[in-house]
């Protein structure tokens, strides 16, 4: 079983389905299948441009990760990824990347990277990857999609057992409880192995560029289950979120810096050579972010603004950047003519479920990927574009070690009269929608101001008090009232935070996009 559909999801399930005997469950609480962070992506995923190597990848990657990646990750990410994308995303899903009049890939350039290496198709890959990879799904015969249907919980001994003496084994996950979100009803979910691919948790944060599904699910389910979590400080925030009513996170691509387009305050000031002066706009993430926040806090601004239309003529903009242009123009900014008005806001999750080069999880059979996952690549901050690429290559890893494992495994699967069935005896209250709107808001807010961009130990020790008390309020909300998906995520939502929370205020160094004001930076960060 696979928890869900994005790049990650998907490359698992196609890797196994290509031995016919298996039989493969993919489980997305979207209805639509292609909903997931994978659909938004607009950049690009990393491929390996003309005059680079993975070595050249390689160095970037340990570059923009402050220290902190894991060389052995970051090489398997650098030497498998770009023949992958042909395998996988070219050949199985069908895509086409953008490419110049002669056929040739048309490479981008984006913040950190040395080289144009980036593949993308117009500013929507995103789109195009879930349409081709959701298709490619459907022609394999034995994957089957359960869309609408939200995991609760992980099946796992000794936890879910009926015998006592599994207290005596290793935890080792056999499924999930599944909520079927048409007939309101909790099923189990018997597997031989289960893979988490339910992506990020940006939702936890008031601005962030990720959609409703991102609450941190996966995260939460594996940390209840006792499954390591590793980096949780770490969360990247984008610099250029669009800041105008109505298209609040929307994301103005890093693309749009790497074709030349220019930061300035909003009385026309550039500004990112105060604070990079050697990369300037296309400084790394954090950096990025940082200034605009420092520019924001200092001059008391709103937003910043984000320059391409003096950079680039009007036809080459809408040409390149149609997706961003049709947006900003429904929301009244005409980005071939006005500069766009930008903040930071939470965007990807480089922590996670601590997983092996395998993407195997502490916990024997239960597996992570894609976002979800820390398998170390992106160490204190993600080059940009890698995270694509990253979810490519573990999920296809993860198939492989599945299928390698399954062959060897000897022990007997675990039937249902072992697992006990979903309890909801007593329960008739429905949850109250205002109450999960209300608490998500304040759970939003907390880690907005005291566990975002610029964290101190009194910040974050007020948000790890009012997050618990939260914590205490709503376990007693999902333990009284019938399931829903608002509840299950609420649920989830304050566990993660809590995570966050905590690893930031044990973590007193500034590193990477883990920047803590009272304490002294890595050597080399530049101090903002
Ligand atoms: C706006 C935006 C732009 C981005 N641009 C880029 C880019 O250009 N290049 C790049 O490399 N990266 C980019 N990223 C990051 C990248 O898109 C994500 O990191 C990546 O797509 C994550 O893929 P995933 O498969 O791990 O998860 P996702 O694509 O988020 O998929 C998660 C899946 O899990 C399901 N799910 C979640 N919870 C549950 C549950 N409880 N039960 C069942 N199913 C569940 C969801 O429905 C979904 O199917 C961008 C992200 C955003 C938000």
């Excluded at 030497?79 to 990347?97: C, D, M, N, S, W």
């Excluded at 770490?234 to 103005?252: D, K, M, N, R, S």
């Excluded at 929301?331 to 395998?358: K, M, N, Q, R």
């Excluded at 160490?379 to 940009?384: E, I, V």
Aim: with cysteine; aromatic share 6%; glycine share 8%.
């Amino acid at each position: 079983m696979i928890i869900g559909c994005g790049i990650a999801g998907a490359t698992t399930a196609l890797r196994l389905a290509r031995n016919p005997g298996r039989q493969i469950t993919v489980v997305t609480r979207a209805r639509d299948a292609q909903e997931s962070s994978t659909r938004y992506a607009q950049g690009g995923i990393v491929g390996r441009g003309a005059d680079d190597n993975s070595e050249m990848l390689l160095a970037d990657i340990i570059a923009a990760g402050a220290g902190l990646s894991s060389p052995h990750a970051a090489r398997i990410l650098a030497e498998e990824g770009p023949l992958l994308l042909h395998e996988v995303l070219e050949e199985t899903a069908r895509i086409t990347f953008d490419q110049d009049t002669k056929g040739q890939p048309l490479f981008t350039r984006e913040a950190a990277h040395s080289r144009r290496r980036i593949l993308h198709v117009g500013d929507a890959t995103g789109n195009a990857i879930m349409k081709g990879l959701i298709a490619a799904l459907h022609r394999c015969p034995n994957i089957t999609i359960e869309s609408h249907t939200t995991a609760v919980d992980l099946i796992t001994f000794p936890h879910h057992s009926r015998d006592p003496l599994d207290n005596y084994q290793a935890i080792t996950c056999h499924g999930a409880y599944l909520f079927d979100r048409n007939e309101r009803t909790v099923h189990r979910c018997l597997a031989a192995a289960t893979v988490l691919a339910t992506g990020g948790l940006g939702r936890i944060y008031r601005n962030t560029t990720n959609p409703a599904g991102a609450r941190g699910d996966g995260i939460a389910m594996a940390n209840r289950a006792g499954a390591r979590i590793a980096n949780a400080e770490y969360i990247q925030f984008h610099p250029t979120a669009l800041a105008v009513p109505g298209a609040e996170g929307f994301l103005i691509s890093e693309a749009v810096r790497g074709e030349g387009g220019i930061l300035i305050t909003p009385d026309g000031r550039p500004f990112m050579s105060e604070y990079s002066p050697v990369w300037k706009d296309l400084a790394p993430r954090d950096v990025v972010a940082r200034a605009i926040h420092h520019e924001m806090e200092r001059n008391s601004y709103s937003y910043v603004l984000l320059d391409i239309a003096s950079r680039m003529s009007a036809v080459a903009i809408s040409e390149r950047f149609p997706n961003i242009y049709n947006q900003c123009l429904n929301v009244g900014v005409d980005i071939t003519s006005d500069p766009i008005p930008v903040v930071p806001a939470a965007h990807y999750f480089c922590g996670g479920v601590l997983v092996d080069e395998w993407g195997l999880s502490s916990i024997e059979n239960l597996y992570a990927v894609g976002e979800i996952s820390c398998t170390g690549v992106h160490g204190a901050n993600r080059l940009a574009s890698t995270s694509l690429l990253e979810g490519l290559v573990w999920g296809n890893r993860a198939g492989q070690h599945i299928e390698r494992s399954l062959d060897q495994r000897t022990r007997s699967r675990t039937g249902f009269e072992n697992v006990p069935p979903w309890d909801e005896s007593g329960l008739v209250a429905d949850a109250d929608p205002a109450l999960i709107q209300g608490d998500m808001q304040t759970i939003q807010n907390i880690m907005w101001h005291y566990v975002g961009l610029v964290r101190s130990a009194e910040r974050l020790s007020r948000a790890i008090r009012e997050l618990r008390h939260l914590w205490n309020e709503i376990e007693t909300f999902y333990r009284t009232t019938k399931l829903d998906d608002g509840l299950i995520g609420l649920r989830n939502a304050v566990e993660v935070a809590l995570i966050v929370a905590q690893a930031a205020l044990h973590n007193r160094q500034s590193r990477g996009c883990h920047y803590r004001q009272d304490s002294v930076t890595a050597e080399g960060d530049r101090l903002i």
